[in-house]
């Protein structure tokens, strides 16, 4: 269950915040202001933060500085109102991912946190090498071999590859593997996935047709078992 960090003063917004995560499947912790928001954004771990800019006790261009300063690559969402485009630019400067203008609707600001979620930990500790059925995988190496049989593998073949084990047990979109692996901003045809998928499969499954390790999800995507 991801963990986020609310940091919001107004009544209202903190507790249409809450709602909304909590109905999200997220663990919520509320801050109401700056001074709380920093000691708890450094006590519960959270994985993403969301900072009112307008905050007592303490800014949220304040907080976020300080958290910046102790070290912390928690991804941060900085919530501003209308026409402060100062604050804008000075909360990405101090190290924000990103913010969303007040008043904004709870869909836009989800689809906000999942991105900096996903970007976050794709860009978090990589596998170096993994072993699953009688599959041995050295991505420091660009090797895979297969019941102990070295197997020619394309530099993308290896990336999906380490991408499935770093997100070992997760259904993944298709059109996810093409930002994250492929990284289109625009995406084309989801058959580029499916090829790859098809190519690889040849390469660490004994019945591809029949897959073990890298399953299909229909009508959702793709997740590894191994």
Known sequence: MPKVLVVEDDDSMAAALNDGFRYEGYEVTLARDGADGLRLAGE???DL??????????????VCKEIRRAGSSVPIIMLTARGQEIDKVL?????????????????????????????????GAQAEAYRFGDVMVDFRKAELRKKGKLVEMSARELRLLQYFVNHRGEVIQRDRLLDEVWGYEEAPLTRTVDMHVAKLRKKIENRPSDPQFLLTVHGLGYKFTG
């Not at 933060?49 to 304040?62: F, H, Q, R, W």
């Open 91 to 123: 909360g990405l400067k101090l190290g924000a991912d990103d913010y969303v203008t007040k008043p904004f609707g709870f869909m836009e600001l989800m689809a906000r946190v999942e991105a900096l979620l996903r970007r976050s930990t794709g860009g």
């Open 44 to 46: 519960c771990a959270p």
């Open 49 to 62: 933060v969301i900072l009112d800019v307008m905050l007592p006790k303490m800014s949220g261009l304040d």
